[in-house]
């Protein structure tokens, strides 16, 4: 196929889209959904500020994957993590512990991090570390991110 | 630290105001912008380093369906992205990468196609491009007005130094080099233009300053600063590289003016690498006169920068000579330096600046001068270290100076006087310190300038044009206002990021913009606040001066906070103000300007201590601890210090171990934040922060610059602590592992211990 | 920058796969998580006129027993989850650890082990965009008879960057590749080929299915050493098999990564520290043949003397890893 329609689940909502071959998932989500939150960055997936989630909740990097793949699955993007305007958990964190400098990066660390903490919810240094190593945040160094984390894994919920 | 009950927001640990927005994915980036009828552009650059051009055919892309401009210089003679250089390239390419045209289509892929289809006809001529072979008798000059690849020359003595380092017991040479360095900051370069107004240019980019782009884009285009609108709402990171228009932003104003329809131009992974413009390979060597007992005489540094192809950036050139009066008391100064051609990208600032990477080497000659003497480094930099009130030999003041007590703090916290020279092989200590100036007059003037509006229903709208990249800027200066005003800082709105619509300010570089936009924005509400207690003394009988304004209430001095009729809500004195008799809808102006004729009024002062572990197999570091204290005159925000001080400590250990362009022939082989190493997660060393309150006489509250202070001296702490590790300075940066393997080898060979 | 035209196809089965293989006029790419692929694609390093998608193939999923005692990895297993299998958690925990050390969770949550099997050798003079290519001018690996790397070099020598191949090598792992013509197995060892263009036996019409692993109890060490942990290729990688225990083994599989164009087995150092011992003289014997088991070093993204500097500390490393587990 080089031109189609697919349907994408993101956040829930399903959309019927003209996808090409020529597309990532990054192209269809900022481009045709006018989801503007999951950023494009390096382009060679190693900074990971267009992490996406997919169906199981994992961190994915959106701008390596062609959207001819994602026909029929379920995305969540930052857009989808609060629920009814109130913030997730995590989101609340960064704002609280000071895990946002500039905030370019956020929404893909945001997502890396929350990828983390559904894979387990009180993560180790290590998971964290794992879970944080396909993103750059050149403002925080990634010092209060990893802080941020560590207190949601604590105590299970936000600040 | 203040008093209790001096401030109730000022000192607060307040999270970042548009944090919300920032975490949920609504924050607006320039590439999130959509126009209507909005092109894509692309440039199309050089593939050679230096060659002349013979032809250029642009007729195949211009007949490409969708394509809506094709511009090379032909089509735009006139048009300079400064003095010497056009801003596409004319008859000559200096460099692999050099704007030659560019294009502007309805769609991304046909921008693409179409640059295939540009037919240039190269004659390739020799090129240098390294710093060693530009310098060489015999080769290629590459402009026709710089003999021997010399573009500029600045020299400054202060002083004697000649007889300075006649008088010294001591004389200690040192050399050094850093590489071609780069920024990865999050958002990749992007200039969204709409020209299509010829009596407006409208420019959608991330910046660090407004005005310096207008007036750049105003000149070449042959408008009036006014006549150019910045627009800049979310800035993703910045690092100083973002303080100059590059030839991108003028590239998408022509391609918008010729196509008649907005043009967005954004860099691709590796064409940042060549749009961002960041630091060149440079040299240094440094020479330092002492007395026998540790006394500084004379201090000298002699740099030679590669400039690239065009010197576009000769700042960078002469603000060594100042920086080397600002730590230490010294009977001379001397500093020589060169710009030098090369045919690579044109070279400019990246985080940390000159000074950083400067530290990295200065500190390490400054140890061996210590180390030389028998002297412990923390008590030699004591020992010469100036103190409040010292007048430098080039004229700079510090009225406020933490400088001796960060060293002691950082002396104290880190264990130093237990582990310097006590550690076991291969374990490291290290100690920088570093000065950077708040803010500087190098132009005429030095303003920030801030408007701030109280509505009827008690909220404040600060105009304020300082960025925030990140550092949290628009959340100080509604603290600020809102410690000012008694009220709190959710109670300010900010309103900024267009420079139609914002008061004048140069921008967020050089650190001016807690000291001197913070004391703009003061000044602002401080107007406001004496309007309004105006109004509400006269109400009272008591004059304005008596009336305090904390916890969004006004009362009178010594009476009760909330004394019935004497006392009334902020808003409730707003009311009285817009519904009494004058009606008036409160507004505060504030514009600041550094009253010295040149320089800063103010300088930050910080010392950090690093410890390390090098693996002598392989030659691998690993930074276990950072301490660092910094003078910031007062922390403002201390929440948001601690994110500038985690940030700077990342990103100057990064410099000192991992990040370098590998260059071959002109052309980066590392152009991906891939390749261009950066530590990560793993890397991370714990980091312990000391804030030193100094109350600086004329920061706003007395704060100074706490924005690029850090990252020199933590590139002169970590430096110094793999030096300390494997036994001698290591003359390079990154110091990567095949770097300290070459040391540690030769050192086993020679039988010197690890350290000594 | 969008990916450059092609045909999208994503097969049901494996049988469908093979016959699009089959009947192929123009170029296909095989496309697992698309982690490498579209990367390069995108840098128009490879533009094939067909994708063909397999990280679904039911035939290609799964981590299996066999009767006796083999271990079977489909192809289209993601990273992530062979990292999570508990099977492979209890047998090879080194094994684990060479997949959990392939780049961040980012990609290997996208990542298939027959990619990674089968990941593109790399070099800086090529692992770039169109343009950078085009005013390096072109090489063996892009249409022309010159070599960035080597100069003078009669055969690609772009680096082979893959670490799960290095401890499966060392485990005489064998892999299968499936055609419309039938099916075939190779031990893994002679899958690579010192040639960066064409670098492994799959022919253009084949898919590697799976790859089986012969039971055993011996040691097993695997050591990657980076710039940063997480997210980076390896400078080096090594993975030592040994039978025995303590200083003593009589049978060894040395395999050595990311230095040269295929993976590289350590004959002589093997046979040394079999005869030797895992002490100090038997390192020295073995470390003494490196020079000319490695032979010339490029000095892609890194120097050829820290190359042959890392082979050694490697070797080292693990050895004495070795020597400490059971």
């Known amino acids: ?110 997502m890396s991090a929350q990828a983390v903490l559904n894979l387990t919810p009180a993560p180790t240094e290590e998971d964290i570390n794992d879970g944080l190593a396909g993103v750059i945040c050149r403002c925080t160094g990634h010092i209060k991110v990893k802080e941020a984390i560590r207190k949601v894994g604590e105590f299970g919920v936000g600040p | 630290m203040s008093k209790p009950g001096d401030l109730s927001v000022i000192g607060r640990r307040q999270p970042r105001l548009d944090g919300f927005d920032k975490v949920s994915g609504r ?38 369906p969708g394509v809506k401009a094709v511009v090379s210089n032909a089509d735009a003679p006139d048009l300079l992205f400064s003095d010497k250089q056009p801003l596409l390239a004319k008859g000559f390419v200096h460099y692999v990468g050099e704007e030659v045209a560019a294009v502007a289509a309805t769609d991304p892929l046909i921008a693409e196609a179409a640059l295939d289809l540009i037919e240039v006809e190269y004659e390739v001529l020799p090129s240098v491009t390294s710093l060693r072979r530009a310098l060489q008798p015999d080769a290629p000059q590459l402009h026709e007005w710089a003999t021997g690849n010399v573009a500029l020359t600045h020299e400054r003595d202060f002083g004697d130094p000649d007889a300075a380092f006649a008088a010294s017991d001591l004389v200690i040479t040192d050399e050094f080099r850093s590489p071609v360095q780069h920024n990865t900051l999050a958002e990749l370069h992007v200039a969204l233009a709409d020209f299509t107004n010829p009596d407006k240019l409208q420019l959608w980019t991330p910046t660090q300053g407004a005005p310096m782009y207008q007036m750049a884009l105003a000149k070449a285009f042959g408008l009036e600063t006014s006549q150019v609108r910045i627009v800049y709402g979310n800035v993703g990171g910045a690092f100083t590289g973002r303080g100059r228009a590059k030839p991108h932003h003028f590239i998408a104003a022509l391609l918008s003016r010729v196509a008649g329809k907005p043009v967005k131009i954004k860099a691709t992974g590796d064409e940042e690498f060549i749009m961002f413009r960041g630091s060149g390979e440079t040299r240094y060597r440094f020479r330092t006169g002492v007395t026998r007992d540790g006394r500084l005489k004379a201090l000298e540094a002699d740099v030679t920068f590669d400039a690239g192809a065009h010197a576009e950036w000769a700042m960078i050139l002469w603000l060594p000579a100042p920086y080397l009066n600002w730590l230490y008391k010294v009977d001379a100064v ?57 007048h430098a030999l080039d004229g700079s003041d510090f009225a406020s100076c933490g400088l001796k007590e960060c060293i002691d703090r950082v ?11 006590k550690l076991p092989p291969y374990r490291g200590i290290g100690i920088g310190i570093g000065a950077q100036a708040s803010g500087g007059k190098n132009a005429a003037n030095d303003t920030s300038a801030a408007l701030l509006k109280v509505a009827d229903d008690g909220v404040v709208t600060l105009y304020t044009g300082i960025p925030d990249m990140g550092q949290g800027s628009h959340t100080v200066m509604a603290m600020i206002a809102a410690e000012v005003l008694g009220v709190e800082p959710e109670d300010i709105r900010i309103v900024g990021g267009d420079s139609d619509i914002t008061p004048f300010d140069w921008g967020a570089f050089s650190q001016r913009g807690t000291f001197t936009t ?81 320089g800063s009024l103010a300088y930050s002062f910080g010392a950090q201590v690093a410890e390390v572990e090098v693996d ?46 590998r260059m071959d022939g002109g052309q980066i082989l590392n152009p991906s934040r891939l390749e261009y190493k950066l530590p990560r997660t793993y890397e991370l060393p714990e980091v312990e922060y000391i804030l030193v309150e100094t109350i600086d006489p004329y920061g706003p509250f007395g704060a100074k610059e706490v924005g690029e202070g850090p990252i020199v001296v933590t590139m002169g702490a970590v430096a110094n602590a793999v030096a300390n590790a494997v036994g001698e300075m290591v003359p390079q940066i990154p110091m990567t592992p095949w770097r300290l393997l070459r040391v540690i080898r030769h050192r086993r060979n020679h039988g010197l211990a690890p350290a000594d | 920058m969008l990916l450059p035209d092609h045909d999208f196809v994503k097969p049901a089965t494996l049988a469908e796969g093979l016959a699009v293989l089959r009947d192929a006029t123009g170029d296909v790419r095989l496309l697992g998580g698309g982690t490498d692929v579209v990367f390069n694609m995108r840098c128009r390093l490879m533009t094939p006129d067909t994708l063909l998608s397999l990280k679904d193939l039911p035939e290609l999923q799964g981590v299996a027993v066999l009767p006796d005692g083999s271990l079977q990895l489909g192809a289209a297993c993601r990273l992530t989850d062979l990292v999570a299998s508990p099977l492979l958690i209890a047998r090879y925990p080194a094994l684990v650890k060479a997949f959990r050390a392939v780049a961040s969770r980012h990609v290997r949550n996208l990542a298939t082990l027959g990619g990674n099997l089968c990941l593109d050798t790399r070099c800086w003079f090529t692992n770039q965009t169109k343009e950078w290519r085009d005013a390096k001018g072109p090489c063996l690996k892009t249409g022309m008879d010159v070599c960035h790397a080597i100069a003078g070099a009669p055969v690609c020598v772009a680096l082979n960057n893959a670490d799960s191949p290095l401890p499966l090598i060392a485990l005489d792992a064998t892999v299968v590749l499936a055609s419309s013509r ?98 100090d003289d038997g390192l020295e014997a073995a470390c003494a043949t490196l020079r000319d088991e490695l032979g010339p070093l490029t000095n892609l993204y890194s120097p050829a003397a820290y190359k042959r500097e890392l082979a050694r500390i490697l070797l080292r490393k693990a050895v004495l890893e070795l020597r400490q587990g059971s």
């Open chain 2, 334 to 390: 001397r500093y020589r330096g060169r710009f030098v051609y090369t045919s690579t990208v044109p070279k400019g600032s990246h985080h940390g600046g000159i000074f950083g990477r400067l530290s990295a080497g200065w500190m390490q000659h400054l140890n061996h001068v210590a180390e030389e003497l028998g002297m412990d480094p923390a008590e030699f930099h004591l020992k010469n270290a100036i103190d409040p009130g010292h």
């Open chain 2, 518 to 598: 913070g004391n703009a924005v003061k000044l602002a509400a401080e107007d406001a606040r004496a309007q309004l207690a105006g109004i509400i003394g006269t109400l009272l009988g008591v004059a304005a001066t008596d009336l305090e304004f904390a916890r969004r209430r006004v009362w009178v001095r010594g009476e009760a906070q909330d004394a019935p009729g004497r006392s009334f809500s902020f808003r409730e004195a707003i009311g009285k103000a817009f519904n009494g008799v004058q009606g008036l809808a409160i507004m505060g102006r504030g514009s600041f300007n550094s009253p010295r004729p040149s």
């Open chain 2, 27 to 64: 924050s607006v980036f320039t590439d999130d912008i959509v126009l209507p009828g909005m092109l894509y552009g692309r440039i199309l650059r050089s593939p050679h380093a230096r060659a002349r051009i013979l032809s250029i055919d642009t007729s195949k892309a211009r007949a490409l």
């Open chain 2, 411 to 421: 002396v104290e916290r880190s264990g130093w006087k237990a582990k310097y020279g």
């Open chain 3, 182 to 279: 039938g099916e075939r197995s190779l031990l893994l060892r002679d899958f690579y080929r010192e040639d960066g263009i064409r670098h492994t036996a799959r022919e253009p019409d084949e898919i590697l299915t799976g790859i089986t692993i012969p039971p055993t109890t011996d040691r097993l060490v695997f050591l990657k050493e980076t710039a940063r942990q997480g997210m980076d290729f390896s400078y080096g990688a090594i993975a030592v098999r040994a039978d025995g225990s303590g200083h003593t083994a009589s049978r060894l599989r040395i395999v050595l990564g990311s230095l040269t164009t295929a993976p590289r087995l350590l004959i002589g150092a093997a046979a040394q520290l079999a005869t030797l011992g895992l002490g």
């Open chain 1, 1 to 110: 196929m080089k031109k189609g329609f697919i349907t994408l689940h993101v956040n829930g909502d399903a959309h019927e889209v003209l996808v090409s071959s020529q597309h990532t998932l990054l192209d269809v989500l900022r481009g045709k959904l006018k989801l503007m939150g999951t950023k494009e960055g390096c382009t060679t997936g190693s900074c990971g500020v267009c992490t996406v989630h997919n169906s199981r909740g994992e961190a994915v990097l959106s701008c390596l994957t062609p959207a001819l793949e994602w026909a029929g699955q379920s995305i969540t993007t930052i857009e989808g993590l609060e629920k009814n305007g109130r913030l997730a958990p995590i989101q609340q964190a960064f704002v609280a512990y000071h895990a946002v400098q500039c905030g370019f990066c956020t929404p893909g660390v945001i």
């Open chain 2, 616 to 661: 002598p197999e392989s030659g691998a570091v690993r930074v276990l601890k950072v301490t660092a204290a910094h003078d910031l005159g007062r922390a403002l925000n201390p929440l948001a210090v601690e994110g500038q001080l985690d940030g700077q400590v990342f990103s100057g250990m990064s410099q000192v171990l991992y990040e370098e362009c």
